[in-house]
T-cell receptor, first 114, second 117 residues
Framework: AQSVTQLGSHVSVSEGALVLLRCNYSSSVPPYLFWYVQYPNQGLQLLLK??????LVKGINGFEAEFKKSETSFHLTKPSAHMSDAAEYFC????????????FGKGTMLLVSP | EAGVAQSPRYKIIEKRQSVAFWCNPISGHATLYWYQQILGQGPKLLIQFQNNGVVDDSQLPKDRFSAERLKGVDSTLKIQPAKLEDSAVYLC???????????????FGPGTRLLVL
């Protein structure tokens, strides 16, 4: 069975600082990997996903993530945080050999201070 | 293009009552998912439909939860009777095919926030 671990339930950064949200997966075969963002009282919105050989994935709103097989990681980064980035971020996986059922991590709340 | 629609957005009920949620996926999407998101946790899949057939309902508490997707379009999730621990946000999502090896995107609705008193 596959699983996802997100380190840190809360991450605080200052506006303009680097954002780093950590995600590690557990799977015998590298899965497809996703990052979703959830704003208050809204559904989840896809930021980016890894489904191919390109290990550095660029997403919306200036976010990117790098798939590292040796570290079983898919950390999300953004060079410069903006106040509007404050939200909850979820890492998720889906197997390559089954139906596209997403398994989510517990989420990381990003707090951005002025 | 219209997104995934859900109703109601909020619902408050007493324990042992019944409640139903409705979801209309993006037009043409074959696969529909219902997730339960308890406060402080990530969404957990309850049931997945491929057209009007069930693909995965292994985590659906079948003694109290039921779901249907008649005609392979919109779907209803029902809880009867509700328990306190059912308080959560119920998210509906859809994807174009949901087939193996696709890695395709799931599109989420705004969710229904349920409070059981």
């Amino acid at each position: 069975a596959q699983s996802v671990t997100q380190l840190g339930s809360h991450v605080s950064v200052s506006e303009g600082a680097l954002v780093l949200l950590r995600c590690n997966y557990s799977s015998s075969v590298p899965p497809y990997l996703f990052w979703y963002v959830q704003y208050p009282n809204q559904g989840l919105q896809l930021l980016l996903k890894y489904t191919s050989a390109a290990t550095l994935v660029k997403g919306i709103n200036g976010f990117e993530a790098e798939f590292k097989k040796s570290e079983t990681s898919f950390h999300l980064t953004k060079p410069s945080a903006h106040m509007s980035d404050a939200a909850e971020y979820f890492c998720a996986v889906t197997p390559r050999d089954g139906y596209s059922t997403l398994t989510f991590g517990k989420g990381t709340m990003l707090l951005v201070s002025p | 293009e219209a997104g995934v629609a859900q109703s109601p957005r909020y619902k408050i009920i007493e324990k042992r009552q019944s409640v139903a949620f409705w979801c209309n996926p993006i037009s043409g999407h074959a696969t529909l998912y219902w997730y339960q998101q308890i406060l402080g946790q990530g969404p957990k899949l309850l049931i997945q439909f491929q057209n009007n057939g069930v693909v995965d309902d292994s985590q659906l508490p079948k003694d109290r939860f039921s779901a249907e997707r008649l005609k392979g379009v919109d779907s209803t999730l029902k809880i009867q009777p509700a328990k306190l621990e059912d308080s959560a946000v119920y998210l509906c999502a859809s994807s174009l095919r949901g087939t193996p090896t696709s890695g395709e995107t799931q599109y989420f609705g705004p969710g229904t926030r349920l409070l059981v008193l």
